[in-house]
């Protein structure tokens, strides 16, 4: 089955920092990769999303990168404020009707 | 719209018990999922369904069943609960299968003693 892996678990920045989190996945007709943002106790909320006949996508200060031959996508966030400190998922599509996380990650911003 | 709404929030078991997670939305969408987040684990694909009278097994299927009977509801059935199913369960729907995005419910936070 899909394989999401995801890096850094923990991410420190100071505000204003840029900060990446990374994933890779294993199916190669994958062709969903979505990110949601989890604030403590609260539910997955998506930030943002890119398809597979796309490379880049952007909305603000948030921006994603897809590269289909490695197989593997990251999250950008440019200028971090704290309230972007929250828990940070990546996902795969497989098989179309299956949706797989990648671990999470924790992304502290300090004022 | 409410969205998805879970019941109960909170849910605290014997070993043994048995009980449902509710699940409805009210978006007409015909895809909806549950899954369990386990720290560490992010988050793992128990069921899905496609459509009403349409189940199928996620990642982490065992000790759960499902059932689909109506667009709106996706009930998540645990017939003998263990300490090892204590978690959060999200349900999620969609409007597009795995293909789009996923509306999750608040959460149901169950302990099994």
């Known amino acids: 089955g899909e394989n999401v892996e995801q890096h850094p678990s923990t991410l420190s920045v100071q505000e204003g920092d840029s900060a990446v989190i990374k994933c890779t996945y294993s199916?190669?007709?994958?062709?969903?990769f979505p990110w949601y943002k989890q604030e403590l106790g609260k539910r997955p909320q998506l930030i943002i999303d890119?398809?597979?006949?796309?490379g880049e996508k952007k909305d603000q200060r948030i921006a994603v990168t897809l590269n289909k031959t490695a197989k593997h996508f990251s999250l950008h966030i440019t200028e971090t404020q704290p309230e972007d400190s929250a828990v940070y998922f990546c996902?795969?599509?497989?098989?179309?009707?299956?949706?797989?996380f990648g671990t999470g990650t924790r992304l502290l911003v300090s004022p | 719209n409410a969205g998805v709404t879970q019941t109960p929030k909170f849910q605290v078991l014997k070993t043994g018990q048995s009980m449902t997670l509710q699940c409805a939305q009210d978006?007409?969408?015909?895809?909806m999922s549950w899954y369990r987040q386990d720290p560490g684990m992010g988050l793992r694909l128990i069921h899905y369904?496609?459509?009403?009278?349409?189940?199928d097994q996620g990642e982490v299927p065992n000790g759960y069943n499902v059932s689909r009977s109506t667009t709106e509801d996706f009930p998540l059935r645990l017939l003998s609960a263990a300490p090892s199913q204590t978690s959060v369960y999200f349900c999620?729907?969609?409007?597009?299968?795995?293909?789009?995005?996923?509306?999750f419910g608040n959460g149901t936070r169950l302990t099994v003693t």
């Open positions: 999620a729907s969609s409007f597009d299968r795995a293909q789009g995005p996923l509306h």
């Open positions: 199916d190669s007709a994958s062709n969903y």
């Open positions: 890119i398809r597979s006949n796309v």
């Open positions: 996902a795969s599509n497989t098989g179309f009707q299956k949706l797989v």
């Open positions: 978006m007409n969408h015909e895809y």
């Open positions: 369904s496609v459509g009403a009278g349409i189940t």
